[in-house]
């Protein structure tokens, strides 16, 4: 009677067991279902952006109309963005249009329409078109937002149609800008510091076409203030460009402490505004790179002291 009385109660408990399992597995599917509705909920949302395309057969033109976007991320400290729209047929950078600048905008209508003139149809649709959202900021680099890629192939180009797309990170969004390689040179007789621009490498690829037509510029800077401006040839197409031009500032001595040289090279575009690459500042104050160089030229009067760089956003 032990025996089976033993066995029963055995019986029972793996049955309680089973269902407190059962119990308890039902209960976390729900809730690994919205932790994962969650998880995407959470990401981050770079808003939309609506646009309408057509091809005129007779005309052999392409149109592409910009209307607006919606729910755009703020870029700038004031809590807000100036969004504006860069329009390419890729591969092809030469057929870059873009949008006006709307001020501090994050819902901005564009209502603009653009025109890819002289384009037969066998070759728009070969085309991919690409919109880039960026927030414009005229004293830095703008900032990329989001952008949006379809193949024309994939649409029916017969009639305008009007699309609203989700707008994906910028595939140009981060990654290393290159390095610079300059020399500092400073006689205090001569209250001057002569800046050597001489070679860059592996500069990022700005254009479409996967390379840059980078220049330098260089700014003297005292208490935050622009005194003057030098900047180097554009050299077409070139990640690894040689530059070798000298320029020479008039710093007086008891200025040094409060001088800046910010060196920025530059993607030259004709058919929009030219982009930054990256960015050297040069003072007592900077990174630690930045000023191990400065201190290495104080202290070594009447000598050229290079140093490479890694260049910043």
């Given at each position: 009677?032990?025996?089976?009385?033993?066995?029963?109660?055995?019986?029972?408990?793996?049955?309680?067991?089973?269902?407190?399992?059962?119990?308890?597995?039902?209960?976390?599917?729900?809730?690994?279902?919205?932790?994962?509705?969650?998880?995407?909920?959470?990401?981050?949302?770079?808003?939309?952006?609506?646009?309408?395309?057509?091809?005129?057969?007779?005309?052999?033109?392409?149109?592409?109309?910009?209307?607006?976007?919606?729910?755009?991320?703020?870029?700038?400290?004031?809590g807000t963005s100036d969004p504006f729209v860069?329009?390419?047929?890729?591969?092809?950078?030469?057929?870059?249009?873009?949008?006006?600048?709307?001020?501090?905008?994050?819902?901005?209508?564009?209502?603009?329409?653009?025109?890819?003139?002289?384009?037969?149809?066998?070759?728009?649709?070969?085309?991919?078109?690409?919109?880039?959202?960026?927030?414009?900021?005229?004293?830095?680099?703008?900032?990329?937002?989001?952008?949006?890629?379809?193949?024309?192939?994939?649409?029916?180009?017969?009639?305008?149609?009007?699309?609203?797309?989700?707008?994906?990170?910028?595939?140009?969004?981060?990654?290393?800008?290159?390095?610079?390689?300059?020399?500092?040179?400073?006689?205090?007789?001569?209250?001057?510091?002569?800046?050597?621009?001489?070679?860059?490498?592996?500069?990022?690829?700005?254009?479409?076409?996967?390379?840059?037509?980078?220049?330098?510029?260089?700014?003297?800077?005292?208490?935050?203030?622009?005194?003057?401006?030098?900047?180097?040839?554009?050299?077409?197409?070139?990640?690894?460009?040689?530059?070798?031009?000298?320029?020479?500032?008039?710093?007086?001595?008891?200025?040094?402490?409060?001088?800046?040289?910010?060196?920025?090279?530059?993607?030259?575009?004709?058919?929009?505004?030219?982009?930054?690459?990256?960015?050297?500042?040069?003072?007592?104050?900077?990174?630690?790179?930045?000023?191990?160089?400065?201190?290495?030229?104080?202290?070594?009067?009447?000598?050229?002291?290079?140093?490479?760089?890694?260049?910043?956003?």
């Amino acid at each position: 009677n032990q025996y089976f009385l033993r066995l029963a109660l055995t019986e029972l408990l793996l049955t309680s067991i089973i269902c407190v399992s059962f119990f308890f597995s039902g209960q976390l599917s729900p809730g690994s279902d919205e932790e994962d509705g969650h998880d995407t909920s959470g990401r981050e949302t770079l808003g939309r952006i609506q646009f309408s395309v057509g091809y005129n057969f007779q005309e052999s033109t392409l149109t592409v109309k910009i209307m607006k976007a919606q729910e755009l991320p703020a870029k700038d400290f004031s809590g807000t963005s100036d969004p504006f729209v860069k329009i390419y047929l890729l591969p092809d950078k030469k057929h870059k249009l873009e949008t006006k600048v709307k001020r501090k905008n994050l819902n901005p209508h564009w209502n603009e329409t653009f025109l890819f003139e002289g384009f037969p149809y066998e070759k728009v649709v070969q085309r991919v078109l690409y919109l880039q959202v960026l927030d414009y900021d005229r004293f830095s680099r703008n900032d990329p937002i989001g952008e949006v890629s379809i193949p024309l192939n994939k649409i029916d180009l017969t009639q305008m149609q009007t699309f609203w797309k989700e707008l994906k990170p910028c595939s140009d969004g981060s990654g290393s800008r290159g390095e610079l390689l300059l020399s500092l040179c400073y006689n205090p007789s001569a209250n001057s510091i002569i800046v050597n621009i001489i070679k860059a490498r592996n500069l990022k690829a700005m254009d479409i076409g996967g390379t840059s037509d980078p220049y330098v510029k260089v700014w003297l800077m005292y208490k935050d203030k622009r005194v003057e401006k030098k900047k180097t040839v554009v050299m077409k197409r070139c990640l690894n460009p040689i530059f070798n031009e000298s320029f020479i500032f008039d710093i007086p001595t008891e200025k040094l402490r409060e001088t800046t040289i910010i060196i920025t090279v530059m993607d030259k575009d004709k058919l929009s505004r030219n982009d930054v690459i990256g960015k050297i500042y040069l003072s007592w104050k900077s990174g630690p790179g930045e000023v191990k160089h400065w201190k290495d030229m104080i202290s070594h009067p009447r000598t050229a002291v290079a140093q490479w760089h890694q260049l910043k956003a």
